[in-house]
């Protein structure tokens, strides 16, 4: 079974950084693919990156490329996702997801368990 559980969120200054962790406390996460995506307020839920299994292939959102790093240790049933250079528009709910299939998606559809989500507030 898998049971996603994210930590790290809080509060940032703009232009600050925060590394959320999702954990897992069921099965190993290391033949899942695993995703990032996070709901703003008033706004649907909206992918953010992606991993597969491996870890060789990772996909980002434009709107975080070259700001944002998604990273797995499969050692440690965990993914990572680091966010840099912060905006307020990342302010969000951030929720981490895991498919089956063991690959990367921006389909928030391929993904089967997701973790209750935490809280980023980027203030200026």
């Known amino acids: 079974q898998v049971q996603l559980v994210e930590s790290g969120g809080g509060m940032a200054q703009v232009g600050g950084s925060l590394e959320l962790s999702c954990a897992n406390s069921?099965?190993?996460?290391?033949?899942?693919?695993m995703g990032w995506f996070r709901r703003a307020p008033g706004k649907e839920r909206e992918f953010v990156a992606s991993?597969?299994?491996?870890?060789?292939?990772?996909d980002y959102a434009e709107l975080v490329k070259g700001r944002f790093t998604i990273s797995r240790d499969n050692a440690k049933n965990t993914v990572y996702l680091k966010m840099n250079s912060l905006k307020p528009e990342d302010t969000a709910v951030y929720y981490c997801?895991?498919?089956?299939?063991?690959?990367?998606?921006?389909?928030?559809?391929?993904?089967?368990?997701w973790g209750q989500g935490t809280q980023v507030t980027v203030s200026s």
């Open positions: 997801a895991a498919n089956a299939r063991g690959t990367y998606s921006r389909n928030e559809k391929e993904y089967d368990y």
């Open positions: 069921g099965r190993t996460i290391s033949t899942y693919g």
């Open positions: 991993i597969d299994q491996s870890g060789s292939i990772i």
